[in-house]
């Protein structure tokens, strides 16, 4: 379920960017784009405002099913693990600890 998922989320994550790609860039931050063009009248679905319309359409909906994918691959990653206590690795002992010397190595007396 995981893998199935995984690939899916990867499927919306490359069509997303290639929404955002075709747009048209409005502000212009780079001096690149915002070329005129477009036909057809004003109705039609393939003019430049019915093309920004179906596009900014298009990049929701892969935004929205990217970031329900995300929430799913998150929660599956956290049901299939066990809940673990860093009190578990401690070694326990009966007796009580004694005070031991640090290792050192062993320097012959001359």
């Given at each position: ?11 919306l994550a ?10 048209r860039s ?52 956290a049901s ?31």
């Open positions: 379920m995981t893998s199935v998922l995984l690939v899916i989320h990867l499927m490359i069509a997303m960017i290639g929404a955002v790609l075709l747009q409005e502000g212009g931050g780079l001096g690149i784009g915002g070329g005129g063009g477009g036909g057809g009248g004003m109705g039609s679905l393939l003019s430049g405002r019915g093309t920004a319309n179906l596009l900014t359409r298009t990049t929701a909906i892969l935004a929205a099913g990217f970031m329900l994918t995300s929430l799913a691959l998150t929660i599956l990653a299939n693990r066990a809940p673990r206590s860093i009190l578990e690795d401690i070694p326990t002992t009966n007796s009580a600890p004694a005070q031991e010397q640090p290792d050192r190595p062993s320097v012959p007396v001359q």
